[in-house]
């Protein structure tokens, strides 16, 4: 198994508080995303990283912000939680490309955030 | 707008049924990935294929990539209360350098005992 993991896996907060979800990896891998899974939606991104201090926007990044200031940390905050995040997310890491810019991505176990 | 539209969305079938699931879009993908879920737990990818028209088996799953890449199916023979759970196919577009996949929706399969 890939080393990925999640923290909290569980957490209720109010509405306007900020959030920070870490995710740390000891795979050495070079990109690292961040997803959330809701019914009916799937999986949708949310920012992603491509290497220290680089990062960018997914489809869903409105609300959201992130930071990788070592190889093993990507970290996701939400500065002023809404009821729209309560959400499941899941952090993925994926090494070297291969062939047709294929990389197979690793999840975490998810975190669940419900904001009330 | 999904990028990739899986159909159908629910299947509920009983052990040892044959079944297809579908991933479509309008869209070319350099590669078509399928992942499985179970509750709690985050995706594992099942195959990846690239080429168009490509089949790959893994024991009683089989994979195709359409002949155009825009399309893939997973078809499952004689099913087993093991392989319920929610699938995810996922796609690489052409000329994304950065390994970014766009998922499907997902197809949440129960085999009953």
């Known amino acids: 198994d890939a080393g990925i993991t999640q923290s909290p896996r569980h957490k209720v907060t109010e509405t306007g508080t900020p959030v920070t979800l870490r995710c740390h990896q000891t795979?050495?891998?070079?990109?690292m995303y961040w997803y959330r899974q809701d019914p009916g939606h799937g999986l949708r991104l949310i920012h992603y990283?491509?290497?220290?201090?680089?990062?960018d926007k997914g489809e869903v990044s409105d609300g959201y912000s992130v930071s990788r200031s070592k190889t093993e940390d990507f970290l996701l905050t939400l500065e002023s939680a809404t009821s729209s995040q309560t959400s499941v997310y899941f952090c993925a890491i994926s090494g070297q490309l291969k062939r047709a810019n294929t990389g197979e991505l690793f999840f975490g176990e998810g975190s669940r955030l419900t904001v009330l | 707008t999904q990028l990739l539209e899986q159909s159908p969305q629910f299947l509920s079938i009983q052990e040892g049924e044959n079944l297809t699931v579908y991933c479509n879009s309008s869209?070319?993908?350099?590669?078509l990935q399928w992942y499985r879920q179970e509750p709690g737990e985050g995706p594992v990818l099942l195959v990846t294929?690239?080429?168009?028209?490509e089949v790959k088996k893994l024991k009683r799953l089989t994979f195709q990539f359409g002949d155009a890449r825009k399309d893939s199916s997973l078809h499952i023979t004689a099913a087993q209360p093991g392989d319920t759970g929610l699938y995810l196919c996922?796609?690489?577009?052409?000329?994304?350098?950065?390994?970014?996949?766009?998922f499907g929706r997902g197809t949440q399969l129960t085999v009953w005992p």
């Open positions: 990283s491509y290497g220290v201090k680089d990062t």
């Open positions: 795979e050495n891998h070079r990109y």
């Open positions: 294929v690239v080429t168009g028209g």
């Open positions: 996922a796609g690489a577009q052409r000329g994304s350098t950065l390994g970014r996949l766009y």
């Open positions: 869209s070319v993908f350099s590669s």
